[in-house]
């Protein structure tokens, strides 16, 4: 984890989420660490990076906020109106770029997993004979 309980309650924007006991924050830790290991197909937990770590606590406290909102009956009404754009806190959601389990439409949040997503490469192997 990247992020702790009380830095959680330190840093969102909503009141709600800050009221939140320590399991209740702690299992929306755990569901968005798993969220950013399924977006990226990579597991962060053991890196030293200390610029991977900082994107990791911002990613982990965006979902966190974003998971329990989505967790509350009201943005799901709010979900199927025909607006293009929701306010989320302090952040801006376009529903016409999240994609359910892959992107959230929140632009900080998706860059922050698009750039950490695995990306296999190809590579050419050659063997040259003498002679």
Do not use: C
Not at 51 to 61: E, K
């Amino acid at each position: 984890m990247f992020i702790t309980s009380s830095e959680i309650r330190d840093l969102t924007s909503f009141e709600e989420v800050r009221e939140l006991s320590d399991t209740d924050i702690k299992r929306y830790i755990e569901r968005a660490d798993a969220w950013i290991r399924r977006a990226t197909s990579r597991d962060f937990s053991e890196t030293e990076n200390t610029f991977i770590q900082a994107d990791m606590r911002t990613a982990t406290l965006l979902l966190v906020e974003y998971i329990w909102y989505w967790d509350n009956p009201e943005p799901k009404e709010e979900a199927m109106s025909h607006d293009e754009i929701i306010r989320l806190g302090s952040f801006t959601v376009h529903k016409e770029s999240a994609r359910s389990g892959e992107l959230t439409g929140m632009d900080e949040l998706d860059f922050i997993l698009k750039t950490y997503r695995y990306k296999p490469t190809v590579g050419l192997f050659q063997v040259l004979r003498k002679g």
